[in-house]
């Protein structure tokens, strides 16, 4: 079963700023894990407190060749895989926006 694939307005904008080649990859990336997003047996992995921000119950992709992490939450009632973020890991910004945006929009 395939989940469904929703973004955040700035999942969205992060996407459409990286070059198209990397957003293929980020693309193919999100769409392979949202075959089977949950732990243990499927591809995302589990994020608990992580650099001083609280992130469990959310799910990482990372994509090491592009240097890209993508965090997302699981809806499970409505089988839908909400995409928090998609960004390069440095120096785990990216795990503190996700924080931030996770508390936005009450995920």
Do not use: F, T
Request: without cysteine; charged residues 35%; glycine residues 8%.
């Amino acid at each position: 079963m395939s989940w469904e694939r929703d973004y955040l307005p700035e999942a969205k904008e992060d996407l459409a700023k990286l070059d198209q080649p990397v957003q293929k990859e980020v693309l193919r990336g999100i769409r392979k894990v949202s075959q089977n997003p949950e732990y243990p047996n499927g591809y995302g992995k589990p994020l608990g407190n992580h650099a001083g921000s609280n992130l469990a119950g959310l799910y990482k992709i990372k994509l090491k060749k592009a240097g890209i992490r993508v965090v997302y939450a699981l809806r499970r009632e409505a089988g839908k895989m909400m995409i928090i973020i998609v960004s390069a890991r440095a120096d785990d910004l990216v795990y503190r926006e996700a924080e931030n945006r996770r508390r936005k929009y009450d995920l």
